[in-house]
Nanobody, 121 residues
């Protein structure tokens, strides 16, 4: 059984930094795509940053230049370094993983449970 688990959220002042981590565990052969999404109250979930197995990254306009996504393919982990945080970055951050299973020809696509990030003075 595959699990996707996030960690690293919390409360930070405007201008501060946080680092989120996401680890996928289970019978995983490789990860095709891993991304970070966020959902603020009464708003739709949006893609913040993503990275492919080949290292191609994407950032939304709202975080480009402030956030950096990185991954360890061998460990099926992805991290999001968030700098110069703003109050509008406040949201629940979710990790999404698209994985190839090692004991099946199927792929796993799923979400972590989410981690709260609050930017406030």
């Amino acid at each position: 059984q595959v699990q996707v688990v996030e960690s690293g959220g919390g409360l930070v002042q405007p201008g501060g930094s946080l680092r989120l981590s996401c680890a996928a565990s289970g019978s995983i052969f490789t990860s095709y795509f891993m991304g970070w999404y966020r959902q603020a109250p009464e708003k739709q979930r949006e893609l913040v940053a993503s990275i492919t197995s080949g290292g191609i990254t994407y950032y939304s306009d709202s975080v480009r230049g402030r956030f950096t996504i990185s991954r360890d393919n061998a460990k099926s982990t992805v991290s999001l370094q968030m700098n110069s945080l703003k109050p509008e970055d406040t949201a629940v951050y979710y990790c999404y993983a698209d994985l190839q299973l090692s004991d099946s020809p199927r792929r796993y696509r799923g979400w972590g449970q989410g981690t709260q990030v609050t930017v406030s003075s």
